[in-house]
């Protein structure tokens, strides 16, 4: 699925987005607070989202409501995704890296990031947006040994 600029330009308030996705403002926020999706932040320091937040934050409820894990365990299912495979990250790095030893971290929360990481805006970055291009993180996975 390839997303438009349009879809990624953050344009959408707090509230405009709890609206257009049908998911309480409270939610978002915890969403936010978690580090399940890290929202454009403007200089202000108010957060705004694009089309594909939208999509994103209602993966992440389903994942919440219709399947049944927690926060927690959404965190520990983005924990999975190979990033130091994705972005190449040399052996030296990987041992440095906390994203590559935590399971129950996301990369992006990760406290100790290796020298790539550290230069990247994680918004933007391919691993982040794994979810925004495939319907979860599995059919990901599946790409990997197919
Ligand atoms: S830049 Fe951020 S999202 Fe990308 S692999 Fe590094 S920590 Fe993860």
Redesign the pocket.
């Known amino acids: 699925m390839n997303h438009s600029v349009e879809s990624t330009t953050p344009v959408y308030t707090l509230s405009t987005t709890s609206t257009l996705s049908g998911i309480p403002v409270h939610s978002i926020r915890q969403y936010v607070d978690r580090g399940l999706i890290i929202p454009f932040r403007k200089e202000t320091n108010r957060n705004l989202f694009s089309q594909v937040d939208i999509l994103r934050l209602k993966y992440i409820h389903k994942l919440l409501v219709e399947d049944g894990l927690n926060i927690a365990g959404i965190r520990s299912v983005l924990a999975l995704i190979p990033?130091w495979s994705?972005?190449k990250c040399s052996a030296e790095e990987r041992e440095k890296c906390q994203?590559y030893h935590s399971d129950s971290n996301?990369?992006?929360e990760?406290s100790e990031?290796?020298k790539?990481?550290k230069n990247?805006?994680?918004r933007e970055?391919?691993?982040?947006r794994i979810v925004e291009n495939y319907p979860d993180v599995k059919s990901y996975l599946k790409t990997l040994s197919a």
């Open positions: 990033c994705i972005r994203a996301p990369c992006w990760a990031k290796g790539l990481c990247t805006n994680c970055c391919e691993v982040y």
